[in-house]
């Protein structure tokens, strides 16, 4: 209804214009101009109406939803420097602009006129300028509150405060200029030919007209002067930008760009100024000797111009040539020629030498942006150990207790199996954290159960059922990293709808889920209709909303104006919609956050936290970024989000609950520029770290995506030696692994170790892990480590490994457990005959003692069975830089890698499963491994003969007889 009515309000806006054109084509419109200027008013009138209308009520709602979440400063802010820019912008360019065009058209016409119809092509020049002035409220409020940094770039000494905050502001500014002098031009050209004479207006070629252009030659040399004194700001500009770009070895202002470009673009920009000079004054200096006689000689006739550029300096000048000429020679020479050779005489031969100052710059300033300077990063080399001992096992208990053995990826399809439960319930991922249970810190997945509306069946697929009753998700599923069943499926801690729970602290008082991660639909609280809650047996279990999210929409004039903009007159008209009736809008909390603060960044992997009141609370990471952060390298790695920032900080922590999708920010660290600017802006909208409960700090986490991108960057940036970094002697990378068919790098994880610098002896920390190759090699040769809890959060720790001493990775890792005859044999035995094989994460633990570390690396082994998305740990392997080992239990073996080496060292060692009552010898582990897989054979022989399914007794019996054979 509300788009037919904007519809027809356009058609009742463009009819006066239609009438006016229909009588004058019918001859029965005696003042045809004014006809059409009254109509085109009433037009114009009428369409601003709408327009008015339709920005009145977007501002109502947006301002409503701001104040739903005690954000109307952040509002008012944003939209008060929108309006006061975009305006100001506006009153100063068409200030400009209409004496310009009047003149012009006096000019053209001879005549001193009023000319009121030159304010329409000054307002649209005006209108585009300031609409773009408006988008860029965040770079002017920017500069207005920018936070000092107490640092300057080593080549031209200005504060990094003018890079981040200055500088972008500058290059808004003169885009704004070049903008304005564009479409000023093309208002001209609108004036030169409604304001030309007849022939003109006929004809377009040179002849007629250069000499309408002669009339306005003043305007336009204005114009391109002011455009050569907008190139001569921009080059001095320019000389700023050398530090923000790569050139050559440096990532940042070279020695040539010190000494040839920067002195070089001064001479451009002295140039530009003369060319703008020049241009401004060259029909107005008088003329002497033989110029003067032509001229006057030239006067007495008729005007004509016979040259397309003379128009614009005057007839009979002959400097129009010369000067032109000398001053593009000189462009050419200081920004091509120069640089150009003394980059190949003088930088190319003596490179190292020369930039040795700059590299350091580059290497410090890049290391400070991005967080991995030494006042982030420790760094220590630790002697590596080759085996498991029982006593390292002992000292490490706690870090082997919370070792993860569920794949996310492979756990995520098991859950969407076992615990969906109805098909419009949906696992959106698997989320890794920590909590205290029972007196124990462990590491918990969980992963929340959100409504998929799309999944709902076609007979309850109506507008009622998707905003009104079918609200919201129920409930999380919680299980123990390192806890399997038997039978190879999770050991849940929470389960089920309604929520079963082993343990009180993971027993959410308030499971209801109305904003998540894929809870993008809107919809209606405390209306008649009742919300469907979850499934009950053969009834629904129904709840009515009692918290405080939503805007308020009862009431018919509120309702009238949400309706012209959601659900129309399905809203308008529901018998459902009561007085106290609230919409919840904007459900997903990444655009929730988004929205709210747009100038963060933020991370794709968002995570659930029970609090200890029983709430559910998505805990999103968000980051400050920037661009122009000086002799710092600009990202351009696997995460395309961050792709061109040059500056990060994880400064914010964003808490939304998901029950009435409150949204806290919360600034962690006063020493981020950006942030500290940010808070100047919006002083109310971020709270101080301090203010965070004591249980929530308890789960916060270094991120994933913050990790990778400065490991990206440390992998060439931990090279402090500005002749080993020019020569790239020692660049680490990812360690790769496989998954499925293919090979990957290894993304940072989550772990809970035993670190040998904590303050509490044997106490066990929750950090995020990565290990680092050298170029083209498959050992590992480092690794990092983030640590994420109180007090040392967001420090990073790198352990590096003697040079020489090689240590296996784990893509060798993988090549011996594949090299293995025992294990090769089963990974291709359970390959056959409708199953598929899983490799999950390849984890290296690092285990702790006195004077040595160990890497133990862990490796779960999942069974798919065709068509099934129930992947089941089947084994789990274990090796060290000696023993490749595996069990279907991890505590069996762990026992065997710690056990002293009987064989040779490659080989591999297994223990039968504990109900076969076999005991641990490698021969003996083989055959009765080969004992219980015919066993498995032979049930599912028995199986498939007693459902009458011979087709997969037949396979089962080629199956049993391969395996003999073997």
Do not use: C
């Not at 002011?226 to 940042?252: H, N």
């Not at 002195?263 to 451009?268: E, F, G, R, Y």
């Not at 060692?909 to 010898?921: K, Q, V, W």
């Amino acid at each position: 209804m509300f788009e037919l009515l904007r519809v027809a309000w356009i058609a009742l806006a463009l009819t006066p214009l239609i009438i006016t054109g229909v009588r004058y084509a019918r001859g029965n419109t005696p003042r045809p101009q004014r006809s059409f200027v009254r109509a085109g008013v009433t037009t114009a009138v009428l369409l601003l109406v709408m327009v008015v209308v339709e920005t009145v009520i977007y501002f109502y709602i947006e301002h409503a939803w701001f104040a739903a979440l005690s954000a109307s400063d952040r509002f008012w802010t944003e939209y008060g420097a929108r309006f006061g820019i975009g305006v100001g912008v506006f009153l100063i360019s068409v200030a400009i602009a209409r004496p310009i065009l009047g003149g012009a058209a006096n000019a053209l016409t001879e005549t001193k006129q009023r000319s009121p119809d030159l304010w329409i092509p000054a307002v649209v020049v005006g209108g585009i300028v300031g609409l773009s002035a408006a988008g860029a409220w965040q770079a002017v409020l920017l500069f207005l509150n920018r936070a000092p940094t107490g640092i300057t770039d080593p080549a031209f000494g200005l504060p990094v405060e003018y890079y981040l905050f200055t500088l972008p502001f500058l290059g808004v500014a003169l885009s704004l200029v070049g903008a304005f002098l564009f479409f000023l031009l093309v208002a001209l050209v609108y004036v030169l030919f409604s304001r030309g004479d007849n022939q003109l207006q006929r004809s377009s070629d040179l002849t007629t007209l250069l000499p309408a252009l002669t009339k306005v030659q003043g305007y336009l040399r204005a114009i391109v002067a002011i455009y050569f004194l907008r190139a001569a700001l921009q080059r001095l500009i320019d000389i700023s930008i050398l530090t923000v770009t790569p050139s050559g070895a440096v990532y940042g202002a070279g020695w040539l760009n010190v000494h040839v470009d920067a002195p070089m673009l001064i001479v451009a920009a002295i140039v530009y100024l003369v060319a703008g000079v020049w241009v401004l004054t060259a029909g107005r200096r008088g003329a002497t000797g033989q110029e003067k006689e032509e001229q006057q000689a030239e006067s007495a006739e008729a005007p004509t111009v016979d040259s397309p550029v003379a128009f614009l300096f005057g007839p009979g000048r002959r400097s129009w040539v010369i000067v032109p000429a000398v001053l593009l020679g000189v462009l050419i020479l200081a920004r091509g020629i120069v640089p150009g050779v003394v980059r190949s005489f003088v930088v190319e031969p003596n490179e190292i030498t020369l930039e040795e100052p700059y590299l350091l710059s580059n290497i410090e300033f890049t290391r400070a942006a991005y967080g991995i300077d030494e006042e982030h990063v420790t760094s220590t080399e630790y002697e590596v150990g080759t085996s498991v001992t029982p006593a390292l096992l002992e000292d490490n208990s706690a870090t082997l207790d919370n070792i993860r053995l569920w794949d996310p990826r492979a756990l995520l399809q098991n859950l969407q199996e076992q615990q969906e439960i109805r098909l419009y319930y949906q696992f959106n991922d698997v989320d890794i954290d920590r909590y205290q249970l029972d007196g124990d810190y462990t590491q918990m997945m969980l992963s929340v159960r959100e409504l998929e509306q799309d999944a709902l069946a076609n007979v309850a697929d109506t507008w009622v059922a998707r905003h009104l009753k079918y609200t919201h998700g129920y409930g999380l599923v919680a299980l123990p990293v390192h806890e399997i069943r038997p039978d190879g499926r999770p050991e849940f801690v929470v389960k089920n709808i309604p929520a079963e729970s082993t343990s009180p602290r993971l027993n959410p008082e308030q499971p209801r889920i109305y904003y998540g991660e894929r809870t993008d639909a809107h919809v209606y609280i405390s209306t008649s209709q009742q919300e469907f809650d979850y499934p009950a047996g053969d009834a629904n279990a129904v709840n009515s909303y009692d918290g405080s999210g939503g805007v308020p929409i009862g009431g018919l004039l509120r309702r009238v104006v949400y309706a012209s903009r959601i659900d129309g007159v399905q809203q308008l008209f529901s018998s459902y919609i009561q007085d106290d009736t609230r919409l919840l809008w904007r459900r997903n909390i990444m655009e929730r956050a988004e929205r709210i603060a747009p100038f963060l960044q933020y991370d794709e992997d968002p995570y659930p936290v029970v609090t200890e009141e029983g709430r559910i609370v998505f805990v999103l990471d968000a980051y400050t970024t920037a661009r122009t952060y000086p002799y710092s390298q600009h990202y351009q790695g696997r995460l395309g989000t961050f792709s061109g920032v040059n500056y990060i900080r994880n400064s914010v922590k964003v808490f939304i609950d998901a029950y009435d999708g409150t949204v806290t920010l919360y600034a962690m660290t006063d020493e981020d520029p950006v942030l500290n600017t940010y808070r100047s802006v919006f002083p109310d909208l971020f709270r101080d770290a301090s203010q965070m409960s004591a249980g929530m700090k308890q789960h916060i986490r270094y991120p994933i995506d913050l990790m990778t991108v400065q490991a990206e960057l440390y992998n060439t940036y931990h090279i402090t030696d500005p002749q080993t970094f020019y020569q790239r002697e020692d660049v680490w990378e990812f360690a790769t692994e496989r998954y499925r068919e293919g090979v990957q790098p290894v993304e940072p994880y989550f772990a809970m170790v035993n670190l040998p610098d904590d303050s509490t002896e044997k106490a066990v920390e929750y950090v995020t892990i990565l290990p680092f190759t050298p170029s083209n090699k498959n050992v590992v040769h480092a690794w990092m480590a983030a640590r994420s809890d109180q007090p040392n959060y967001g420090q990073l720790l790198v352990y590096t490994f003697p040079k020489g001493e090689e240590v296996l990775g784990p893509r060798q890792i993988e090549a011996r457990i594949d090299q293995n005859t025992e294990m090769s044999r089963a990974l291709s035995l359970w390959s056959q005959r409708g199953s598929a094989v899983i490799r999950g994460n390849l984890l290296a633990i690092p285990l702790f003692d006195d004077n040595k570390l160990v890497l133990l690396y862990t490796e779960p082994i999942f069974l798919q069975a065709e068509n099934s998305g129930l992947p089941e740990i089947k084994r789990i392997a274990l090796a060290d830089q000696q023993n490749v080992v595996w069990s279907n239990s991890f505590d069996t073996a762990i026992e065997l890698i710690a056990e002293p080496p009987e064989i040779e060292p490659v080989a591999l060692r297994t223990r039968a499963d504990p109900e076969d009552g076999a005991a641990g010898g490698a021969g003996a582990g083989a055959d009765l491994e080969i004992v219980r897989q015919a066993r498995e054979i032979l049930n599912n022989l028995n199986s498939a003969l007693g459902a009458g399914n011979y087709g997969d007794a037949g396979a089962a019996i080629e199956e049993l007889q391969g395996l003999l054979e073997e």
